[in-house]
């Protein structure tokens, strides 16, 4: 695939986060620019506290930069206010998160027509069922994340992430609160799926070895890119 | 649209199985259910207190007058208005027949009488022109059977019938010398009347309720000193002023339930709330707008509180026709179907705004999550103002409380908690920080629960604040409702008189009480009266304008009765009904001139009285010393208990003394008891509704408690807590917390029944010294018992399950 050619999905410049402490400003990320283009893969590396999370929060539309510009899918996400930002979410990405941030009382099956009732999708039970059969959950429908185990959590979480047919899907630390075998699998299911729907993935990871994966690896240090 | 709906639906559902709609659901059930079913309830109470008035008057309104009146124009009048009219004119007058007198409280009637109320009799009840109808005691009195004759003055009439039930018999004294019923027409023929004769004439109407308002505002302003108005509500204030009692008491009782239910709604859906902060933030993250979080949370919340809101009516509606079914089974009281449409609209309202105040304010708190919290968990939500959240359960407890109550009480309540509540916050942190002290005395683990009590210090707040505010409520209603059944409960025990004897004259009074004795029934009190008109308060003289209030305008348009005892130092010195007092705004000292007959006396205020008006025994407004009174025309009269089989002693009376006039009082006692019976059980049904709903908030703190305990628990029972010690620890917590609540509880409760006992019940103020001791020992024991069933749950987690 030639990335270089294609409209680049996400676009992002001189990009900055400070917040404000008691102890006066803490600056977070710092002139950062960086262009992804629709089908890549790109893992973003660095320490803790590096600012990955927060570049992912920026990327994503969760967060708003304090300096610099973003746009996500053509629209320019720093004009837009949480709801603006909501709907760009709702059409265009999914998440797989370390923690799986299911929601407790709903079930297998629940979980992941969620996304798909918000957007607005008339057959969102059927759909859901089909991704759950997809991840190998099929006799897992009915039960409840404190019912599921870790690998069968991230499993759920990557068919709600992938249901809704998103441009982009973002992963922060997919296999963090995971075993070795079952982040292979889990790793596995997660680029077998990208390919399939040609989904634009970007990972934040400290494993060298799914970065590898990757199209493309940035670095982030003390809030700076040095490697992109 | 029908994406939200479809939202809202799956998250009433997402809801139900998570435990919160369980409980705004009792709440609603149980705080709407009983206003609903005091709603209806009071409807149809004071529907019958209307029917039942109208009939004691045998109309919806009357003019009474010593002069004749306009009939011809008020008829007129009232026809342009579609009510109906009828004339009715009593006087006194001896009637004869074989021989034999008898003194007769006669009564002339035109056609249309009564026009409320049926008169029941055995014979003929339509008069014709020389007809009569007589009371049954007149009959052996005078020698006669129904179609003999009589006369009246100089007129003969026949006699076709006997009164049973005379419906408006109750409404002077006069009437209740025997009755003797005549046509109006007909009392021109006895030529008894002239000047100065002692008539009462009425001017009676019925209609609609509009109507006779119209009718009132135009013929009030014309009406002079001697026309006095009576509406349906003011001719039995004995009975009338229980039942607005009672239904006072009801209205709070359901208020206080309403509050409670709504506390615990209001607890509840702060917990539930904090709860989904991090399910809001996926939804968020997963592109949910702040409408979808709105149609997931609040929309849902609306649709439930309008189906439970019809439900709780519905339930309302059943308890009230249990309540009436009662009425009728037991007392033999048919009482009518409540208004239903009014009260279903009010309730439903009550639901909704239930919900609107007391839940919504902490869901809006979800839509300004931010999404961002699924990457940094730690990220706080910025909370809706405070404020606006205490400032909307304020503000619909206001709107609502408008609809249900008096304005005066319902300022009362709010004083009552608004004080409550700052003190509850204040004495409980004062305990909490003296309890603090003390416990760095003692060992592990007792002094677990005494270092939960102090670190986490609004936690612990809260739970003895609400748990004593819970107690407030319990014990306040315990105490309230034993001061109601003391002073109703034993109101009238067997032998209450039920007779009044007037009209004594002094020189009869040996006489009479030597009858008495005579025949073996004990010699009643035979109290003086003087009758005489209030002319002027402190010289001046009186305007019926300066006294609006109360009783006032009656007093002071008619002769007041007076007595006199050696009770006073002074001789110029006179005691005063406590109630008069207070609506002619007097006090001691003050002058009051009194006018009997030509004389005109003064006399000053020495004390103010309090009077049981349902004594049954003789009372008087004012009481002055003999040296003031005596001097003028007196009569005597006493109360005496008389049993249905021993009634021919009256005609005996009677016979002997024909002068003097029996009051029948046993017909006002009979419905005072039923009254009073029905009352308590109502009363013991509503303490009830009370202690489930404190058991729903009791269970409310503690579902909002036991995420944190558990938490607590699991680590110190990894750390090799062993259960018991565990147990021993939580437990001094929880008897801490119940003594502190049960001791702050029963200060107040003590304080607000002692004040709405005075100011709303007219009752006097008990104190109940035992409860004061029990009540903290409840409180422990209760809150510690509660604990103890709440860590039962707790002893087999593990850290894994967290």
């Given amino acids: ?228 | 649209m029908k994406r939200y709906w479809k939202l809202s639906l799956h998250f009433l559902h997402y809801q139900w199985r998570e435990g919160l709609l369980l409980t705004l659901t009792l709440s609603i059930l149980l705080g709407v259910g009983t206003l609903a079913a005091v709603n209806f309830f009071t409807s149809s109470v004071k529907q019958e207190m209307d029917n039942r008035a109208s009939e004691l008057l045998g109309a919806d309104w009357l003019i009474e007058s010593s002069q004749p009146l306009p009939y011809e124009i008020w008829d007129q009048k009232a026809q342009a208005l579609n009510l109906k009219t009828a004339h009715t004119l009593e006087f006194m007058s001896m009637v004869s027949a074989n021989n034999q007198l008898q003194l007769g409280a006669i009564k002339a009637v035109n056609a249309g009488y009564p026009l409320r109320g049926q008169l029941k009799v055995q014979g003929d009840s339509i008069l014709k022109p020389g007809e009569v109808l007589l009371a049954p005691r007149l009959l052996p009195a005078l020698n006669i059977n129904i179609g003999d004759s009589l006369e009246i003055g100089v007129a003969k009439f026949k006699v076709v019938g006997v009164i049973n039930h005379e419906p408006d018999a109750g409404l002077a004294f006069m009437a209740m010398a025997p009755r003797v019923l005549m046509n109006l027409d007909d009392v021109a023929q006895t030529q008894l009347l002239g000047f100065g004769s002692r008539v009462e004439y009425r001017f009676l109407v019925s209609g609609t309720k509009q109507a006779i308002e119209q009718f009132a505002n135009e013929i009030k302003p014309q009406l002079t000193a001697q026309q006095e108005v009576t509406d349906n509500m003011s001719s039995r204030p004995e009975l009338v002023r229980p039942i607005e009692s009672l239904l006072n008491f009801l209205s709070l009782t359901a208020l206080i339930i309403f509050l409670l239910a709504a506390l615990a709604m209001s607890l509840a859906t702060k917990t539930y709330a904090e709860k989904q902060t991090d399910s809001t933030a996926i939804l968020r993250c997963l592109g949910a707008t702040k409408a979808d979080i709105r149609a997931a949370y609040l929309s849902s919340l609306m649709l439930l509180s309008v189906v439970v809101s019809l439900i709780a009516c519905l339930i309302g509606y059943s308890v009230c026709q249990f309540f009436i079914m009662l009425a009728a089974r037991v007392w033999g009281i048919i009482l009518p179907a409540p208004n239903i449409l009014d009260t279903f609209v009010l309730s439903l309202f009550t639901g909704i705004i239930l919900v609107a105040s007391f839940a919504w304010p902490w869901l809006l708190n979800l839509q300004r999550v931010s999404p961002l919290r699924v990457l940094q968990r730690q990220l706080q939500t910025p909370m809706i103002s405070s404020y606006f959240i205490y400032g909307s359960m304020i503000i619909a407890l206001c709107v609502l409380w408008s609809f249900y109550q008096p304005f005066l009480l319902m300022i009362y309540a709010w004083g009552a908690i608004l004080i409550t509540g700052s003190c509850f916050i204040l004495l409980t942190y004062l305990f909490l920080k003296l309890v603090a002290r003390l416990g760095k005395a003692i060992k592990m683990p007792w002094r677990l629960g005494l270092m939960q009590l102090r670190h986490a210090k609004g936690s612990s707040l809260m739970q003895v604040s609400v748990f004593a505010f819970a107690l407030t409520i319990v014990f306040f209603f315990m105490l309230i409702r034993q001061d109601f059944i003391n002073m109703w409960g034993d109101k009238f025990p067997p032998q209450t008189p039920n007779y009044f004897v007037i009209n004594i004259l002094p020189g009869q009074l040996l006489d009479v009480e030597n009858f008495f004795a005579s025949n073996q029934k004990s010699v009643p009190q035979f109290n003086p009266m003087v009758r005489a008109r209030l002319a002027a308060i402190n010289d001046r003289e009186i305007n019926l304008q300066d006294y609006p209030k109360g009783d006032a305008p009656n007093m002071l348009r008619r002769d007041l009765n007076l007595s006199y005892e050696n009770i006073l130092d002074n001789k110029s010195m006179v005691s005063v009904e406590e109630k008069m007092g207070k609506d002619l705004n007097l006090k001691v000292g003050d002058t009051l001139s009194f006018q009997a007959g030509p004389e005109r006396f003064t006399v000053t205020i020495a004390e103010f009285r309090a009077v049981d008006w349902y004594s049954m025994r003789p009372n008087f407004y004012v009481i002055s010393t003999p040296s003031v009174l005596a001097h003028f025309p007196t009569t005597y009269l006493g109360s005496f208990y008389l049993a249905k089989s021993e009634e021919n002693f009256l005609n005996e009376l009677a016979k002997q003394f024909p002068n003097l006039t029996l009051l029948d009082v046993d017909q006002i006692i009979s419905d005072l008891q039923n009254l009073v019976s029905q009352a308590l059980i109502i009363i013991e049904t509503l303490f009830f509704l009370v202690c489930l709903a404190v058991c729903l908030m009791l269970w409310v703190i503690i579902r909002t408690q036991a995420d944190t305990r558990e938490y607590v628990s699991v680590i110190l029972r990894t750390l090799g807590a062993t259960k018991g010690q565990l147990l021993r620890g939580w437990l001094s917590e929880f008897a801490i917390i119940g003594l502190i609540a049960g001791f702050i509880a029963i200060i107040f409760a003590q304080i607000l029944s002692a004040l709405v006992a005075i100011f709303v019940f007219d009752m006097v103020l008990t104190i109940h010294g035992l409860a004061i001791v029990l009540a903290p020992m409840i409180g422990a024991l209760l809150y510690a018992g509660l604990g103890f069933l709440m860590l039962q749950k707790l002893e087999n987690k593990h850290v894994t399950d967290l």
């Avoid at chain 1, 510009?69 to 320019?76: F, H, Q, V």
């Avoid at chain 1, 797989?96 to 407790?104: C, D, E, G, K, R």
């Avoid at chain 1, 409840?144 to 973002?170: M, Y």
Wanted: with cysteine.
């Fill in chain 1, 1 to 228: 695939m030639n990335a270089s050619a294609a409209t680049p999905l996400i676009q992002a410049q001189q990009l900055g986060k400070h917040i404000t402490t008691p102890e006066g400003d803490l600056l977070i990320l710092n002139h950062i620019d960086l262009n992804i283009n629709a089908g890549e893969t790109v893992a973003i590396m660095g320490r803790s506290g590096s600012g990955k999370s927060t570049l992912l929060g920026l990327l994503a539309g969760l967060d708003k930069p304090t300096t610099g510009k973003i746009s996500l899918a053509g629209k320019i996400l720093n004009d837009l206010d949480e709801d603006a930002r909501a709907r760009i979410r709702c059409a265009h990405v999914g998440f797989v998160f370390q923690q799986f941030h299911l929601l407790p009382v709903f079930t297998a099956l629940e979980n992941v027509m969620l996304p798909l009732e918000l957007k607005g999708i008339a057959n969102a039970k059927e759909q859901a069922q089909l991704w759950l059969e997809r991840v190998g959950l099929t006799n897992r429908m009915t039960h409840t994340p404190k019912q599921l185990s870790g690998g069968e959590q991230q499993r759920v979480a990557i068919a709600r992430a992938f249901a809704v047919q998103p441009s982009i899907v973002f992963a922060d630390e997919p296999t963090g609160n995971l075993d070795a075998h079952t982040s292979e699998k889990i790793v596995e299911l997660i680029f077998n799926v990208q390919r399939e729907q040609n989904t634009t993935l970007i990972l934040v990871t400290h494993d060298q070895q799914l970065a590898k994966q990757c199209m493309r690896s940035i670095l982030l240090e003390a809030g700076e890119l040095v490697k992109s």
